[in-house]
């Protein structure tokens, strides 16, 4: 592998060519004209069926995009003429060439060349539309084709570098020198004899010599993405495979609506993952090895040899990883029902679609089911991707719910500032209707060794108020500091607490939380205090709009008690638009990782802020559409079935959570609100 610096240089080879591009109408703006954009997949003799379905799920990312595959006979029968753009797939390019026959050949010619319509021509595709010398192809591009001799030179995901150019036409791969893209065996592109204008947008920096006796140093630095003028039309070249590369998908129909003159549009997040792949894999004689090895897994394994198959392969990107592992939806196991799932979904194997919603009706357990959703939603998301600006607000759900109970923070320690504080916070909750949780930790009722009876008074005011009260544990103990004995111990003696209180007022106690957020430092840790929970019959309250309410608190609790109305005022005009941007950025968290807005379920604490912010808090939630509902329903949603994969000490965000099991972290959305720096020096805090 070569420098990416030293391979943009070598793009420099190809600018006497690109200088003369003004002439051919680069740069200029395209014409769209709103109507939708006729695209044909070329799936004649020579095409790869599996490049031809990889073509046309990518080109369904885009909206305006209306795909069909197209044969030599249809192209003899007149198709060409119900078409703005051609595109010509992976497989053979002379093969291709061969199908099209004289006749053909001159008709997708003058195609582009007299009618100014568009082709584009991916990896055997490029092939075809380049200049190479003893070679069956169109010549529509000053391109050539060199080493074919060792053309079967390997395959893998390898390193690319955008030129200036390129960064122009994708500016999604903007924000680092070399990208990841699929390549399997594409040309070798260099100037042609002769040569018609083009342009390079991006240049190999992988040099691919693993089969074939293909010479080293021959690949870096070359072309991977060209685009010119072709008489009238437009042509673009790709030597590699943009739409089988997750999170990449999106160039392809980006690259066809260059060629049909229209303008570029923006995709979600859901498909632009421009650093979904962040490094090289290459398939040399021991991975191929490895491969084959997982194919006979699939077929002969257990049921916990295929799941690691299956995740093994999608962590390769192994070529047919999708449709050997899709079969593993019909399995009897349900692990390996998920685990085929989520692969498929990481591979943005759009195709598979119909394959897991058939089998949706076979989940038994609440996590296969939410998995399967999931998987469903993923790829749903990305047919076609284009995310409104303003989605619809109505039928918008949240419980509510609070911690650090009997009070989180107040500005003076007295009997009379709890009262006040909590009857004032309780009565804003009463007043918007808001069916909250608040938890518990119990060592705040006590004096020595004895609840104080006016602060259990304090939660009979919840009580009392048809609130639910929830263990927040004993002393509130970090799972990453404590051992797991001691956690479990103090888990029980909140219990030993809340319990006997609530029954004696005719409740129950059903939920939990973890300090911190903290479910397990590891997996083993996590799945221990899950089982002992559930044996216990707690169910745990996750939280899916976190937020740093207690910053502001502490801020507004500090400026109450030395008398600053000014800062106190400031850090309470702060807070609502910092909450709502909390709100909407989980929003949108949900709708890129589940496809829709999941019941939402916020975390906020017993303070004296949220005594006096939260009727203001209640009406930015009903004005954004949300009604608000018991944590029991929040937790019927199915994504709550969904794995926890997060082992580390923040207490984040269970949407992050599922975003880290589910596919790492690149399906978290990023610039997630902070809190104002001035905040947190009011507050005295150093970090969040």
């Known amino acids: 592998m070569v420098k990416a610096q030293w391979v943009r240089r070598a793009a420099g080879l190809f600018t006497f060519i690109i200088m003369s591009l003004a002439v051919s109408g680069f740069g200029s703006k395209a014409g769209g004209t709103g109507s939708m954009l006729r695209v044909g997949v070329f799936g004649g003799h020579g095409a790869s069926p599996g490049s031809v379905e990889r073509a046309v799920e990518a080109l369904k990312i885009d909206p305006?995009?209306?795909?069909?595959?197209?044969?030599?006979?249809?192209?003899?029968?007149?198709?060409?003429?119900?078409?703005?753009?051609?595109?010509?797939?992976?497989?053979?390019?002379?093969?291709?060439?061969?199908?099209?026959?004289?006749?053909?050949?001159?008709?997708?010619?003058?195609?582009?060349?007299?009618?100014?319509?568009?082709?584009?021509?991916?990896?055997?595709?490029?092939?075809?539309?380049?200049?190479?010398?003893?070679?069956?192809?169109?010549?529509?591009?000053?391109?050539?084709?060199v080493d074919r001799e060792h053309d079967e030179r390997g395959h893998g995901i390898v390193a690319f570098a955008p030129t200036e150019a390129g960064i122009q036409c994708f500016p999604e791969l903007a924000g680092a020198d070399v990208r990841f893209m699929y390549y399997y065996e594409g040309p070798l592109l260099t100037v042609a004899q002769g040569a018609l204008p083009f342009e390079v947008l991006a240049t190999f920096v992988t040099d691919v010599h693993l089969e074939n006796g293909a010479p080293a140093g021959l690949m870096s630095g070359k072309p991977l993405l060209?685009?010119?003028?072709?008489?009238?039309?437009?042509?673009?070249?790709?030597?590699?495979?943009?739409?089988?590369?997750?999170?990449?998908?999106?160039?392809?129909?980006?690259?066809?609506?260059?060629?049909?003159?229209?303008?570029?549009?923006?995709?979600?997040?859901?498909?632009?993952?421009?650093?979904?792949?962040?490094?090289?894999?290459?398939?040399d004689e021991a991975l191929r090895a490895e491969e084959s090895a997982l194919f006979e897994k699939l077929l002969y394994g257990t049921s916990g040899g295929r799941v690691s198959a299956i995740q093994r392969l999608v962590a390769i990107?192994?070529?047919?990883?999708?449709?050997?592992?899709?079969?593993?939806?019909?399995?009897?196991?349900?692990?390996?029902?998920?685990?085929?799932?989520?692969?498929?979904?990481?591979?943005?194997?759009?195709?598979?679609?119909?394959?897991?919603?058939?089998?949706?009706?076979?989940?038994?357990?609440?996590?296969?089911?939410?998995?399967?959703?999931?998987?469903?939603?993923?790829?749903?998301?990305?047919?076609?991707?284009?995310?409104?600006?303003?989605?619809?607000?109505?039928?918008?759900?949240?419980?509510?719910?609070?911690?650090?109970?009997?009070?989180?923070?107040?500005?003076?320690?007295?009997?009379?500032?709890?009262?006040?504080?909590?009857?004032?916070l309780v009565s804003s909750i009463e007043r918007n209707n808001v069916p909250s949780v608040g938890f518990v930790i119990a060592q705040k009722l006590m004096k020595e060794n004895d609840p104080e009876p006016w602060k259990v008074d304090l939660l009979k005011v919840w009580v009392r108020a048809g609130l639910e009260l929830g263990n927040h544990t004993y002393s509130h103990p970090s799972l990453h500091q404590v051992n797991l004995d001691t956690y479990e111990k103090d888990i029980m003696k909140g219990d030993e607490i809340l319990r006997p209180f609530l029954t004696s007022q005719g409740m129950r106690l059903r939920y939990f939380r973890h300090p911190y957020l903290q479910t397990g430092r590891d997996e083993a840790t996590k799945a221990s205090v899950g089982t002992f929970l559930q044996t216990r019959g707690?169910?745990?309250?996750?939280?899916?709009?976190?937020?740093?309410?207690?910053?502001?608190?502490r801020a507004y609790t500090k400026a109450l008690a030395r008398n600053d109305a000014e800062t106190a005022a400031r850090v309470k005009s702060a807070y609502l638009p910092y909450i709502e941007s909390k709100v909407v950025y989980f929003e949108r968290q949900s709708r890129e990782?589940?496809?829709?807005?999941?019941?939402?379920?916020?975390?906020?604490?017993?303070?004296?802020?949220?005594?006096?912010?939260?009727?203001?808090?209640?009406?930015?939630?009903?004005?954004?559409?949300?009604?608000f509902i018991p944590l029991e329903r929040a937790l019927s949603d199915e994504a709550y079935g969904l794995q926890d994969g997060y082992y580390g000490p923040a207490g984040i965000s269970w949407l992050h959570r599922w975003c880290l099991a589910l596919g790492g972290k690149d399906l978290v959305l990023p610039e997630e609100p902070r809190c104002p720096e001035w905040v947190m020096k009011e507050a005295d805090v150093d970090s969040e």
């Open 593 to 627: 990782l589940l496809g829709r807005e999941v019941r939402q379920i916020l975390l906020l604490h017993a303070s004296a802020l949220n005594a006096d912010a939260f009727d203001g808090i209640a009406r930015m939630l009903k004005g954004r559409g949300y009604s």
């Open 538 to 553: 707690y169910v745990v309250a996750p939280v899916t709009i976190d937020d740093s309410d207690w910053v502001f608190a």
């Open 64 to 145: 305006e995009i209306e795909v069909s595959q197209i044969t030599a006979s249809m192209i003899l029968g007149g198709a060409l003429s119900r078409l703005d753009v051609l595109v010509f797939p992976g497989g053979g390019g002379a093969r291709q060439m061969n199908d099209l026959g004289d006749e053909g050949a001159a008709r997708v010619k003058a195609f582009a060349q007299d009618e100014g319509k568009g082709i584009v021509g991916i990896c055997a595709g490029a092939y075809l539309l380049s200049d190479t010398p003893d070679y069956a192809c169109l010549r529509l591009c000053g391109v050539s084709a």
């Open 317 to 424: 990107r192994s070529w047919d990883a999708a449709k050997w592992i899709s079969g593993g939806l019909r399995s009897k196991e349900a692990e390996v029902r998920r685990a085929a799932a989520l692969g498929l979904a990481q591979l943005e194997a759009t195709w598979a679609l119909p394959d897991i919603e058939s089998v949706l009706s076979l989940a038994q357990d609440s996590r296969t089911r939410a998995e399967l959703e999931f998987s469903s939603a993923r790829l749903s998301a990305l047919a076609p991707a284009v995310t409104p600006e303003h989605p619809a607000s109505a039928n918008r759900e949240v419980a509510v719910t609070f911690d650090d109970l009997p009070v989180a923070s107040a500005p003076y320690d007295s009997p009379e500032a709890w009262r006040d504080l909590t009857q004032r």
């Open 226 to 283: 060209v685009r010119a003028q072709s008489g009238k039309g437009r042509v673009f070249l790709c030597s590699g495979h943009p739409e089988a590369t997750p999170g990449l998908r999106w160039m392809l129909p980006r690259m066809v609506r260059w060629t049909g003159r229209r303008e570029p549009v923006g995709y979600s997040r859901a498909a632009v993952r421009p650093g979904a792949q962040d490094r090289e894999i290459l398939f």
